[in-house]
C-alpha cells in the first residue's frame, strides 16, 4: 500500500507541475521506467507519443474523432482536466497461459473540450510491456452519436519492419503474412507486428464490445503514420454508438525483441475481470473430431455415401476418445441443413439446430458418450447468416442442454454476415457478444470459427475460449491454393496469436493425403506436429488425425496425450519471425515441463538452456525429434524418441529438419 500511494503522489506532481491550459507535453512512465508516453495539446489538436528505454518509438500521433451530423472532435481543443491513476493488484486465470497475472500500471486521466463546450474524454494506461488506450464519447447516455471516422494515429518514429495481413478481404483474416517496410502498408489488421533497432511492437485492440474493429489505413503512401480505420456498416456508418460511451482499448504492445513481445499479457490486463464467478464449469481439454476426413476428401459434410457424421461413426469415435484418455469428440454435419448447395451463400440459413439429420441420433450418441465419461461438442455452423442464427439460439443452447453438450465449436464461413456486413464491423461485434453471453446463460462454453479477432474478452467471459481468426490446419488438408507454407506456424507466434487463444487443430502424423488431396501437402515433419501443441496455445486442442492414423504412429501418439492444454506458466524463450519459435510451459496441475521448437522451410539447431526447470530438481526429459533424414518434402513421418535426465544448469541442443520441430516432455523426478 505504501508503495502505491507513492506513485500515486508521484504522478500527481508530475500532472501538477503543468498548468491545466498548457502546451507542455505531460509524460506517464511504466512502472519499470522503460515506457514514456507524453499526452499535450499542440494548436487545438490532442496528440500523443512514446519512447523506450529513453528512444522515441512513437513521434506526434493526433487523437479524435469525426461524427455525422456533429463538429468533429479533432482540432480546437483544449486540456481542461487532466488527474493520474495507478494500480497494481494481482488476479487468476480460471485457466489460460499462466495462471498468476498481475495488473500493474501507471496512467492518465484527461478531459478534452471544444469551443462549443462538447467534452472527450482520454484515458491512458502504461504498462512494463507496453501502453494502451481510450475515448469517452461526448454527450449524455440517451444521446445517439454515429462516428464517421476515428483520428487515432500511430505515427512510428522509424521505418520499421513489418508483419501484417490486408484488411478489407473476403476472407477477413484467413491469409498468410506478408513481410514489409512499414511503409510499404496500405491497409492492416491487427495484431500489426513491427521491429528493429532494439525493439519490438504490435499494434492492437483490447476489450472490443459494441464497437466496430480497427483496422489501420495508410493515409499517405510511403509515408509512417498508420491511423485508426473503424471496419464499416454496409451504409458507410463507422460506430452506431452513445453520449458518454467508451471505445475500446488502442494497444501498443512493447518489448526488446519477439521473443518478450509474446510473452505480453497487456491485452488481457485491458479487459474488465471475469463476470461469470464460479467457471469450474469450463473446461479446458482435447478432443477429436469427425472433421479431418472431410477437409482430405474422405468423408462429407452433405448427406450421402461419404457422410461423415453417422451415429455409428460418431460411437466408434467415442470409443476411441475414451480408451485413449482424450476427452472430447466433435461431429461436424450432424444437424438438419447440410444437403443446401453452397450453403454459405444462399442468403438464408436452411441450417436447423435443434434437429438431427436421419443418420444421427443425438439422443443414443450423447447417451453413449455419457456412458463412456466423453463430452460431446457441439457445432453450429451459420454461414454467415447471422440473424437466422440468432433467432434460433435459444432453441438451439437449450437442445445442447437437454442432451448435456457443454461446448460449441462456432462457424461463420462467407464473405459478408447476411450477405451485407464485414465479419469484423459492429454488427460482428454485437452479434457475437449476444452468443457469449446467452451461451454463459447456459453454462455452454464457445470456441468460433471465421470469428471477430480476439481481443481479450476471455478475460471478462471466461466461456469464450478460443478462436480460429487465422489460417488453420485446415487450409492444408483441402485448401484449392495448396495449405500454408512452411514458415506460417513460424509467424503465428508473433503476429495472430498476441491477440489470444488459437484453435489451429495440430496433430497431423499421416502425411500422404494425395489420393483425394493430390494438389495439398502437410508442410511440416512429424515433430513439428508435435511441437504446436506447446507453442499455439489453446485451452483446446484438437488431435486432427484419423484415430486409425494415430494406432499406426502410437509412439508419437503418446505426446500428444499426455500434454496439457492448461498451464501454470508460459515462456517463449527464443524466436524470430517466420523462422523459429521455442515455447516452455509448465503444466498447471503437476510439476512437469513440456517444450516446443519449430522452424520454417530451413534446417537448424539451436542451444536451449534449461534455466527454466525448478532449482534444484531432476527431470526426465522424454524427447521427440527429427528423425535422420526428416524433411517435410521428402521424409516428414522420421520421428527419433529418446530419454536423458536433465536439470536446470543444463542447455540441450535442437536439431530441426526443414519444416521440423522437437517436443519435449520434462516430467520432474
Do not use: C
Not at 168 to 196: F, V
Not at 355 to 378: E, N, T, W
Amino acid at each position: 500500500m505504501r508503495k502505491r500511494l507513492g506513485m500515486i503522489v508521484g504522478l500527481a506532481a508530475l500532472v501538477a507541475a503543468t498548468p491545466a491550459l498548457g502546451q507542455a507535453w505531460q509524460t506517464v512512465t511504466s512502472p519499470n521506467g522503460r515506457i514514456a508516453v507524453d499526452l499535450a495539446v499542440d494548436h487545438g489538436e490532442a496528440v500523443y507519443r512514446a519512447r523506450y528505454d529513453g528512444k522515441l518509438i512513437l513521434d506526434r500521433s493526433r487523437l479524435g474523432f469525426r461524427f455525422k451530423d456533429a463538429a468533429p472532435l479533432d482540432a480546437g481543443l483544449t486540456l481542461v482536466a487532466s488527474r493520474p491513476i495507478a494500480l497494481d493488484r494481482p488476479w487468476t486465470q480460471p485457466w489460460g497461459e499462466r495462471r498468476q497475472m498481475r495488473e500493474h500500471y501507471r496512467g492518465l486521466v484527461a478531459t478534452l473540450a471544444a469551443a462549443d463546450g462538447r467534452q472527450l474524454g482520454v484515458e491512458f494506461r502504461v504498462f512494463d510491456d507496453g501502453f494502451g488506450f481510450r475515448y469517452t464519447l461526448p454527450g449524455a447516455a440517451e444521446q445517439k452519436l454515429v462516428v464517421t471516422d476515428e483520428e487515432t494515429e500511430f505515427h512510428f518514429a522509424q521505418n520499421y519492419r513489418a508483419w501484417s495481413i490486408p484488411a478489407y478481404r473476403e476472407k477477413y483474416s484467413e491469409y498468410e503474412y506478408s513481410r514489409s517496410a512499414l511503409s510499404a502498408i496500405q491497409t492492416a489488421q491487427t495484431p500489426l507486428t513491427l521491429e528493429g533497432d532494439g525493439v519490438a511492437m504490435a499494434v492492437h485492440e483490447a476489450a472490443l464490445v459494441d464497437f466496430p474493429s480497427m483496422n489501420l489505413r495508410m493515409p499517405e503512401e510511403n509515408s509512417r503514420t498508420l491511423k485508426a480505420d473503424l471496419s464499416p456498416w454496409s451504409n458507410g456508418d463507422r460506430a452506431r454508438t452513445h453520449g458518454g460511451a467508451v471505445t475500446p482499448w488502442r494497444v501498443v504492445m512493447v518489448a526488446p525483441d519477439v521473443a518478450h513481445l509474446a510473452d505480453s499479457t497487456i491485452v488481457l490486463n485491458l479487459n474488465e475481470p471475469n463476470r461469470l464467478g464460479d467457471v469450474s464449469w469450463v473446461k479446458p481439454e482435447k478432443y477429436i473430431g469427425i472433421f479431418w476426413a472431410m477437409h482430405t476428401g474422405l468423408l462429407t459434410w452433405e448427406p450421402g455415401p461419404k457422410l461423415g457424421a453417422t451415429t455409428a461413426r460418431t460411437k466408434a469415435y467415442i470409443d476411441w476418445a475414451a480408451k485413449h484418455g482424450i476427452k472430447g469428440v466433435l461431429v461436424e454435419g450432424w444437424n438438419v441443413g447440410w444437403d443446401v448447395p453452397e450453403w454459405w451463400k444462399n442468403g438464408h440459413s436452411r441450417f436447423v439446430f435443434d434437429r438431427a439429420q436421419p443418420a444421427f441420433d443425438m439422443a443414443a450418441v450423447s447417451a453413449y458418450a455419457r456412458a463412456k465419461g466423453v463430452d460431446l461438442i457441439g457445432h453450429h455452423e451459420t454461414g454467415g447468416q447471422v440473424k437466422d442464427y440468432l433467432r434460433q439460439l435459444e432453441p438451439a443452447l437449450d437442445y445442447y442442454d437437454r442432451y448435456g453438450v457443454r461446448s460449441i465449436k462456432l462457424g461463420y464461413v462467407g464473405t459478408r454476415l447476411d450477405e451485407t456486413e464485414w465479419p469484423d464491423g459492429q454488427y460482428a461485434v454485437q452479434s457475437l457478444q449476444k452468443v457469449v453471453e446467452a451461451a454463459a446463460r447456459h453454462r455452454i462454453a464457445i470456441f468460433p470459427h471465421e470469428p471477430v479477432k480476439d481481443t481479450g474478452l476471455r478475460r471478462t467471459w471466461p466461456n469464450l475460449m478460443s478462436r480460429e481468426g487465422a489460417r488453420g490446419q485446415e487450409y492444408n488438408g483441402g485448401s484449392p491454393d495448396g495449405g500454408n507454407a512452411p514458415d506460417h506456424t513460424t509467424i503465428l507466434p508473433f503476429t495472430r496469436l498476441l491477440s489470444g487463444p488459437f484453435d489451429y487443430t495440430p496433430g497431423v502424423v499421416h502425411f500422404d493425403y494425395r489420393a483425394t488431396r493430390p494438389n495439398n501437402r502437410e508442410p511440416s515433419t512429424l515433430a513439428n506436429q508435435l511441437a504446436l501443441y506447446v507453442v499455439l496455445y489453446s485451452p483446446v486442442q484438437m488431435a486432427v488425425d484419423l484415430p486409425e492414423h494415430y494406432d499406426e504412429h502410437a509412439d508419437a501418439f503418446r505426446f500428444i496425450r499426455d500434454v496439457p492444454t492448461d498451464w501454470e506458466d508460459s515462456r517463449t524463450l527464443q524466436g524470430a519471425i517466420g523462422d523459429f519459435a521455442v515455447v516452455a510451459r509448465r503444466d498447471r496441475n503437476s510439476a512437469d515441463w513440456y517444450l516446443g521448437a519449430i522452424t520454417n522451410d530451413s534446417a537448424r539447431t539451436l542451444t536451449v538452456p534449461l534455466d527454466f526447470l525448478d532449482k534444484g530438481a531432476t527431470y526426465e526429459a522424454t524427447i521427440y525429434s527429427d528423425g535422420p533424414g526428416a524433411d517435410w518434402r521428402t521424409a516428414p513421418e522420421r520421428l527419433a524418441i529418446r530419454r536423458q535426465m536433465v536439470s536446470r544448469k543444463e542447455a540441450l541442443s535442437l536439431r530441426l529438419a526443414r519444416g521440423g520441430g522437437q517436443a519435449i516432455r520434462f516430467r520432474r523426478l
